[in-house]
């Protein structure tokens, strides 16, 4: 538009703008809306899924609709190998992958969290991540322009199989899939199985196909995908725990408004705590729903077996005392010594 050839047009323009100043609402500004998009790897319809949505609700109605939160689930937009590099380069603004994927980012030590019988109940787990431990360790994600919000789970995951896995022996030769982790590769391996590296979105088709026999999983995450449809043994061996870390991309992060910000976060700490609250429900309730199916056969372990399983896995702790760190390992065994003694007491 030439201005100087048409003046009246001009004023017209400027007094329409500024009728329209008028006629806003007390309080709105011109203030673009923030958009940020989370994109995760699951369904919608489990623990992290749901918390996801909880978190979107909370932050749009913090922030009074300045944020949108766009979920994107289900591997939609990324895939487990895609996910973290799309976030350090801004294509997606946050994230809750398992912990185990830090470690091909450089990060090792979150691997402390895929030893097998680490951990022998949910309440260690949330004094570690809430703690000191948790607290450095996203802190190690910030060189790699990534910012820690908080760690969510899924709770403890089982072994699900073409074949029955009730003793160490039966994993010898079989092919499980896992996550990019060494600590969940030497597990296996410790077991006599065979460990695959697979995308969380391509399990279904490989275990249909017999590329893989089997992986493991929470209960939630084997229901939603509908693993059970062709895992024909599911093992409620309880011998990790999922853990999820929620991030952001730290350039993005520290380039909000103050006060945005610290919605968000209130946002994120309520929905932490809806998370960690359905978790365990979810799981049993998925439990309850493949046992329904009738197309697996669920194996409970008994204590005395639960006991063969971990002494045969103990020795990937001491293998990776020199990688994840012997002190960081020792710090998560006191912490657990403090809780089962607080129980004792009880």
């Known amino acids: 538009m030439r201005f100087s050839l048409y003046p009246r047009q001009f004023v017209r323009t400027v007094l329409a703008a500024v009728v329209a100043c008028l006629m806003l609402p007390s309080g709105a500004s011109f ?15 489990t623990p992290k899924g749901k918390a996801a949505e909880k978190f979107k609700q909370l932050a749009e109605a913090a922030t009074k609709g300045r944020v949108k ?8 937009l990324y895939k487990d190998g895609d996910e973290l590099e799309a976030l350090q380069r801004g294509a997606v603004h946050m994230l809750a992958p398992s912990v185990s994927k830090f470690g091909p980012l450089g990060v090792r030590d979150f691997e402390v ?31 790699k322009g990534i910012r820690g919000l908080a760690f ?3 709770g403890f995951k089982q072994f699900s199989c073409s074949k029955p896995l009730r003793k160490p022996a039966d994993f010898r030769g079989v092919k499980l899939r896992i996550q990019s982790s060494k600590v969940l590769a030497a597990t296996v391996r410790q077991l006599g199985g065979v460990p695959q590296v697979m995308a969380f979105s ?30 024909k043994h ?8 999922l853990v ?11 380039g909000l408004p103050p006060d945005i910000r610290a919605a968000l976060e209130g946002a994120m ?35 005395k077996q639960r006991d063969e399983w971990k002494q045969a896995l103990l020795p990937v702790h001491k293998e990776f005392e020199s990688t994840i760190g012997r002190d960081l390992i020792q710090s998560i065994y006191a912490v657990a010594a403090q809780v089962e003694q607080e129980r004792r007491k009880k």
């Open 244 to 254: 999820y870390a929620v991030i952001v991309n730290r350039k993005f992060w520290d």
């Open 202 to 231: 391509e399990v279904y088709t490989a275990m249909q196909q017999g590329v893989v026999d089997g992986a493991e999983n929470p209960v939630s995450n084997l229901y939603t995908q509908k693993m059970h449809e062709v895992q």
């Open 152 to 154: 969510w789970d899924n």
């Open 31 to 45: 203030a673009q809306t923030i958009t940020i998009k989370f994109s995760h790897v699951v369904a919608s319809d």
């Open 113 to 143: 969290f895929d030893l097998p019988y680490l951990f022998d109940n949910a309440e260690t787990v949330y004094r570690v991540t809430d703690g000191d431990v948790g607290r450095k360790l996203m802190a190690k994600l910030e060189p």
């Open 269 to 303: 700490t309520d929905a932490t705590r809806y998370e960690r609250a359905i978790a365990a429900k979810e799981n049993a309730d998925a439990l309850a729903l493949v046992k329904q199916a009738g197309t697996t056969e669920v194996y409970a372990l008994d204590p």
């Open 234 to 241: 599911l093992t409620i061996s309880d011998h990790s725990y």
């Open 69 to 76: 939160v766009e979920i994107y689930p289900n591997s939609q």
